[in-house]
């Protein structure tokens, strides 16, 4: 008996109605965990570089974590990965809600869908039951509307669905696959590639147990994280609502990128919101909500703009929407945000598509005949709205910023691939160019093209506070980091850049500890986010995970498992064509002047960071694993495929972490 994960996995095949059953392969879930781990490695066996985004070979990927469903807090989540159209690249989404512990809780750890149907339709999962259902009634309809009539035909209230929008359904870049508890896949076109097959929904009910090893042991080490998880959860009082003040407030910066300048009414209207967003918390606001088993609520419940639904807010959902457009308004950042739950978009990306057209119009490249007669002006709700439904429709100028800045960029011409703000081609959070060398590390290399796979609570909270409070923290037990980074971390922050080596060390720890977030399914708030999160813990998710699987798993070999998937990961983009020349940041960071405290970044010395960030890693100046690292963490397959493309680095000398 498998201990911890469900034990079969199901793979459906679209394009000729054929759905089969079968164990889950031991070996590659006791080498990969999970999740992103278990995902990755499939896409690398039968995703190829031939395989376009849009083939009907490329695959949906939906997997658990090794802890997802089980009775550990906040170990709820499941990883959609798949070849994105963005980006090209392996891409992935970690969905917390409900979604995976139902389909946990109905025997399956992961499933794997294939091929093309030739109408609409949607997947329903009932334990054993498992069957393709005709979504031609469905189609075009918004998610949550397409949720309730999937539940009504059903007759149960209690499936868990994820479904796409307008946006998935006409493979617009930046759509997402949406969970009715304010949980998402929304980065890198995940909704898109559902489109593409057809595929309107996943709906599940699970009622099955799932085996742990040692139940005892795995009470007694959830007791010890709720206890040590207080810290973490009292930060998230209004949460959402002091994310959306401190971001937009402290983001000047960010507002102007595109524009190069902000106002000074901007300014004022910033003011007032930060000074007044607890007063439109308590009008508004009816409750908070978590995900399941999860003792943080991180999530704000408010009514949405749009329709009768109610919308979950969580973190930058409201906020980007301000950032990119400069309308500094609440009630905007809400509509904004319920045209995206409408259509099932991705926020981010969206809030970057209309700050780049509004820019270009500025600018002269975009004009009234390009945009059938729409002034696009900064400041004006109306403009940004309109841009939305054209976006969504794929209609005249949403046609083209549908496809994502960098391709539309290409598309209009004139100049304008001068002026798009990505990463590898994906739209970064807005948020995340405010000019801090610790936060772009992150956002050029991690495989997620943003800060949450790098950073962390401790560095960005806690390291800036006085050393009297840093040696409190360590002396109270929360510095989870190798002893030998306290030298770092009682050193001050340095905002220059220049004294790197700390940072890099904690940027490729985070990494390695954010990996495991993702093969065991716990929330990444837990993990990495709040300044005392309990799962930074290694030796905890060792023994955690050895108590659910009896799998004999230690500090030493969890690592080896984190970094393995990291390399993986890896491999699958550089056999798809990246090197050090995609693990940078836009130009503009570099160019544009930085607010206080932080001084101006160049070009020279963020190489240098990257040489040493490639160097702990063991991956060579190119940016490419060696072939020693590779077989350091049990990938000697990836090496040798690596090698007979001729893309294998040379071995290096170990380098000391």
């Given at each position: 008996?498998?201990?911890?994960?469900?034990?079969?996995?199901?793979?459906?095949?679209?394009?000729?109605?054929?759905?089969?059953?079968?164990?889950?392969?031991?070996?590659?879930?006791?080498?990969?965990?999970?999740?992103?781990?278990?995902?990755?490695?499939?896409?690398?066996?039968?995703?190829?570089?031939?395989?376009?985004?849009?083939?009907?070979?490329?695959?949906?990927?939906?997997?658990?974590?090794?802890?997802?469903?089980?009775?550990?807090?906040?170990?709820?989540?499941?990883?959609?990965?798949?070849?994105?159209?963005?980006?090209?690249?392996l891409a992935y989404s970690a969905v917390g809600g409900f979604f995976g512990t139902?389909?946990?809780?109905?025997?399956?750890?992961?499933?794997?869908?294939?091929?093309?149907?030739?109408?609409?339709?949607?997947?329903?999962?009932?334990?054993?039951?498992?069957?393709?259902?005709?979504?031609?009634?469905?189609?075009?309809?918004?998610?949550?509307?397409?949720?309730?009539?999937?539940?009504?035909?059903?007759?149960?209230?209690?499936?868990?669905?994820?479904?796409?929008?307008?946006?998935?359904?006409?493979?617009?870049?930046?759509?997402?696959?949406?969970?009715?508890?304010?949980?998402?896949?929304?980065?890198?076109?995940?909704?898109?590639?559902?489109?593409?097959?057809?595929?309107?929904?996943?709906?599940?009910?699970?009622?099955?147990?799932?085996?742990?090893?040692?139940?005892?042991?795995?009470v007694e080490l959830c007791d010890w994280v709720l206890v040590h998880s207080a810290?973490?959860?009292?930060?998230?009082?209004?949460?959402?609502?002091?994310?959306?003040?401190?971001?937009?407030?402290?983001?000047?910066?960010?507002?102007?990128?595109?524009?190069?300048?902000?106002?000074?009414?901007?300014?004022?209207?910033?003011?007032?919101?930060?000074?007044?967003?607890?007063?439109?918390?308590?009008?508004?606001?009816?409750?908070?909500?978590?995900?399941?088993?999860?003792?943080?609520?991180?999530?704000?419940?408010?009514?949405?703009?749009?329709?009768?639904?109610?919308?979950?807010?969580?973190?930058?959902?409201?906020?980007?929407?301000?950032?990119?457009?400069?309308?500094?308004?609440?009630?905007?950042?809400?509509?904004?945000?319920?045209?995206?739950?409408?259509?099932?978009?991705?926020?981010?990306?969206?809030?970057?598509?209309?700050?780049?057209?509004?820019?270009?119009?500025?600018?002269?490249?975009?004009?009234?005949?390009?945009?059938?007669?729409?002034?696009?002006?900064?400041?004006?709700?109306?403009?940004?709205?309109?841009?939305?439904?054209?976006?969504?429709?794929?209609?005249?100028?949403?046609?083209?910023?549908?496809?994502?800045?960098?391709?539309?960029?290409?598309?209009?011409?004139?100049?304008?691939?001068?002026?798009?703000?990505?990463?590898?081609?994906?739209?970064?959070?807005?948020?995340?160019?405010?000019?801090?060398?610790?936060?772009?590390?992150?956002?050029?290399?991690?495989?997620?093209?943003?800060?949450?796979?790098?950073?962390?609570?401790?560095?960005?909270?806690?390291?800036?506070?006085?050393?009297?409070?840093?040696?409190?923290?360590?002396?109270?037990?929360?510095?989870?980091?190798?002893?030998?980074?306290?030298?770092?971390?009682?050193?001050?922050?340095?905002?220059?850049?220049?004294?790197?080596?700390?940072?890099?060390?904690?940027?490729?720890?985070?990494?390695?500890?954010?990996?495991?977030?993702?093969?065991?399914?716990?929330?990444?708030?837990?993990?990495?986010?709040?300044?005392?999160?309990?799962?930074?813990?290694?030796?905890?998710?060792?023994?955690?995970?050895?108590?659910?699987?009896?799998?004999?798993?230690?500090?030493?070999?969890?690592?080896?498992?984190?970094?393995?998937?990291?390399?993986?990961?890896?491999?699958?983009?550089?056999?798809?064509?990246?090197?050090?020349?995609?693990?940078?940041?836009?130009?503009?960071?570099?160019?544009?002047?930085?607010?206080?405290?932080?001084?101006?970044?160049?070009?020279?010395?963020?190489?240098?960071?990257?040489?040493?960030?490639?160097?702990?890693?063991?991956?060579?100046?190119?940016?490419?694993?060696?072939?020693?690292?590779?077989?350091?963490?049990?990938?000697?397959?990836?090496?040798?495929?690596?090698?007979?493309?001729?893309?294998?680095?040379?071995?290096?000398?170990?380098?000391?972490?």
């Amino acid at each position: 008996m498998l201990y911890g994960w469900a034990g079969a996995e199901l793979e459906i095949d679209l394009s000729r109605g054929k759905i089969q059953k079968r164990a889950t392969d031991r070996n590659l879930v006791e080498t990969y965990l999970g999740g992103k781990g278990t995902n990755a490695r499939i896409l690398w066996d039968r995703v190829p570089p031939q395989v376009d985004a849009f083939s009907p070979d490329n695959l949906l990927i939906i997997g658990n974590g090794v802890l997802t469903g089980t009775m550990v807090p906040s170990a709820n989540h499941t990883f959609i990965t798949f070849k994105s159209p963005v980006t090209g690249l392996l891409a992935y989404s970690a969905v917390g809600g409900f979604f995976g512990t139902a389909l946990k809780h109905a025997g399956y750890d992961t499933v794997i869908i294939s091929g093309k149907s030739p109408v609409p339709v949607y997947l329903w999962i009932d334990d054993d039951r498992v069957e393709l259902r005709d979504a031609s009634h469905l189609w075009g309809k918004a998610p949550f509307e397409a949720q309730r009539l999937i539940r009504q035909e059903l007759n149960d209230d209690d499936v868990e669905i994820m479904c796409i929008g307008l946006a998935g359904e006409n493979r617009v870049y930046a759509a997402t696959i949406e969970e009715r508890a304010g949980a998402s896949a929304s980065r890198a076109g995940p909704g898109a590639v559902m489109g593409d097959k057809k595929l309107k929904a996943i709906a599940v009910k699970g009622t099955k147990d799932i085996n742990v090893a040692d139940g005892a042991r795995l009470v007694e080490l959830c007791d010890w994280v709720l206890v040590h998880s207080a810290p973490s959860r009292s930060q998230r009082l209004n949460y959402c609502e002091w994310v959306t003040a401190g971001l937009v407030n402290t983001n000047l910066w960010a507002i102007g990128h595109f524009s190069g300048n902000v106002s000074p009414e901007v300014q004022r209207k910033v003011r007032e919101l930060s000074a007044h967003i607890d007063d439109y918390a308590r009008k508004f606001k009816t409750r908070d909500v978590a995900c399941y088993n999860c003792p943080v609520r991180c999530k704000s419940v408010y009514p949405s703009s749009v329709d009768d639904n109610s919308i979950i807010l969580k973190c930058q959902h409201s906020n980007v929407a301000m950032i990119m457009s400069q309308v500094i308004d609440f009630d905007y950042g809400m509509k904004f945000f319920s045209l995206c739950l409408k259509y099932g978009l991705d926020d981010v990306s969206l809030g970057n598509y209309i700050g780049f057209a509004i820019d270009l119009y500025q600018r002269g490249i975009l004009t009234k005949e390009d945009t059938d007669g729409l002034e696009l002006e900064w400041g004006k709700p109306e403009v940004v709205f309109a841009l939305i439904e054209k976006i969504a429709r794929r209609e005249g100028i949403g046609d083209i910023l549908a496809n994502g800045v960098y391709r539309a960029a290409r598309q209009i011409g004139r100049g304008a691939e001068n002026y798009t703000y990505d990463v590898k081609k994906l739209e970064p959070l807005p948020y995340d160019v405010s000019g801090r060398p610790n936060v772009a590390l992150p956002i050029a290399t991690i495989d997620k093209a943003d800060r949450t796979r790098g950073c962390s609570g401790t560095i960005d909270q806690v390291w800036k506070q006085p050393r009297a409070e840093r040696e409190a923290y360590i002396k109270a037990g929360y510095f989870q980091y190798p002893k030998e980074f306290e030298k770092y971390f009682l050193a001050d922050f340095d905002h220059s850049g220049v004294d790197y080596e700390g940072l890099c060390q904690f940027n490729v720890y985070n990494e390695e500890i954010l990996a495991l977030t993702d093969m065991t399914g716990l929330c990444f708030f837990l993990t990495n986010f709040g300044g005392y999160p309990p799962f930074s813990n290694r030796p905890l998710l060792a023994d955690l995970i050895s108590a659910a699987t009896g799998l004999d798993i230690d500090e030493d070999e969890l690592t080896k498992m984190a970094r393995r998937v990291m390399n993986l990961v890896r491999a699958y983009n550089v056999r798809e064509g990246i090197s050090r020349k995609d693990d940078n940041m836009p130009k503009i960071f570099f160019q544009k002047s930085r607010l206080p405290p932080y001084q101006q970044f160049d070009e020279t010395l963020f190489n240098k960071w990257l040489d040493r960030y490639y160097e702990i890693k063991k991956w060579d100046k190119n940016g490419i694993p060696t072939a020693e690292i590779l077989e350091e963490v049990g990938l000697d397959e990836v090496r040798k495929e690596l090698e007979a493309r001729g893309l294998l680095a040379m071995p290096r000398a170990s380098v000391s972490v």
